[in-house]
């Protein structure tokens, strides 16, 4: 296809059937700016194009193809098809063949990437140094079985230990404007096997208008939950009518020094919870201390050793 002979063919019918440039572009669902290039030899139509548009302009696709009215098709008419339809389908063939690639690629990363995640978390085929919690939810179920059991509140968290952890130990820690108050060891549970995924589960429940704050924590063994797990009793001076509960709410690594935090309870025995008082713990750590003299932090830490 001579892109000039073809411009100036689709120029002049154009204008022998009094179109405007506009009409042209809007029957063919294209540009008035392609149509000008078209006419002005600067590209050609694309091939899927050629029979509306002769349609359009009352000519065959031969005739468009030659440039010139009253060419009869011939086997270089079929021959200039064939050209422009490589030349024109070439580079979207590439590109698309590019993306498909380039998917394929990402597909495959992706694959790989969950591949790596399942074999380092369900197999010991990759060393894993470091030990993440994050949070489970708690079913209706689960929940009214724990009041049936006497707690209050029910928590549950699943630990991926590292490779050299041997147990797991568990601290109360509790927390007024002026700092670390007092803290009561809860215990610790040894890693009965070599699995790594662990379930971590918190009671905890207090007597109205008491001081005393009962918990239990477990952690699971090779056959299930501790049938005799942590449990304990704590006499702390800030519990009143209720507290406020942030449990852990994403998945949070357990530093070697400092732990991590499940639990963070914010205490006021006048039941009066101010919301800049309240400890926040999405993260398994609660970075500010209550302002209110009155207010305290009671928090379960959680240690990987």
């Known amino acids: 296809m001579d ?9 002049r019918r154009r204008k022998e059937k009094e179109l405007t440039q506009r009409d042209l572009a809007e029957r063919l669902h294209v540009s008035v700016q392609a149509v000008s290039k078209w006419e002005r030899g600067l590209s050609c139509p694309d091939i899927g194009l050629l029979e509306p548009l002769a349609e359009a302009l009352d000519l065959t696709v031969t005739e468009l193809l030659a440039g010139q009215r009253g060419e009869e098709p011939g086997e270089e008419a079929v021959r200039d098809s064939l050209r422009l339809g490589l030349a024109q389908l070439g580079p979207k063939v590439r590109r698309w063949r590019w993306l498909f690639l380039l998917a394929a690629v990402l597909l495959l990363a992706v694959l ?4 790596y995640v399942w074999v380092r978390d369900n197999t010991r085929l990759i060393p894993r140094r470091e030990t993440v919690v994050r949070p489970v939810d708690v079913t209706n179920r689960e929940t009214t079985l724990v009041h049936a059991a006497g707690k209050g509140m029910a928590c549950l968290f699943q630990a991926e230990l590292a490779d050299d952890v041997e ?3 568990f601290r109360w820690e509790l927390w007024t404007r002026q700092g670390l108050e007092n803290s009561w060891d809860a215990g610790e549970q040894l890693r009965q096997d070599r699995e790594r995924r662990k379930l971590v589960g918190v009671t905890f429940s207090s007597a109205w208008r008491s001081a005393e704050f009962q918990y239990g924590i477990s952690l699971e063994s090779p056959r299930g939950t501790y049938v005799h797990g942590l449990e304990g009793t704590l006499e702390v001076p800030y519990m009143g009518d209720g507290y406020g509960i942030s449990s852990l709410e994403e998945k949070a690594a357990v530093d070697r020094e400092e732990g991590v935090v499940l639990l963070a309870l914010t205490l006021n025995k006048d039941g009066e919870l101010r919301t800049r008082d309240i400890a926040r713990n999405e993260s398994g750590r609660v970075d500010h201390l209550p302002e209110d003299e009155r207010t305290a932090h009671l928090l379960l830490r959680m240690y990987c050793e």
């Open 3 to 11: 892109a000039m002979k073809t411009g100036g063919l689709i120029a």
């Open 167 to 169: 147990q797991c130990s």
């Open 112 to 115: 790989a990437g969950f591949g």
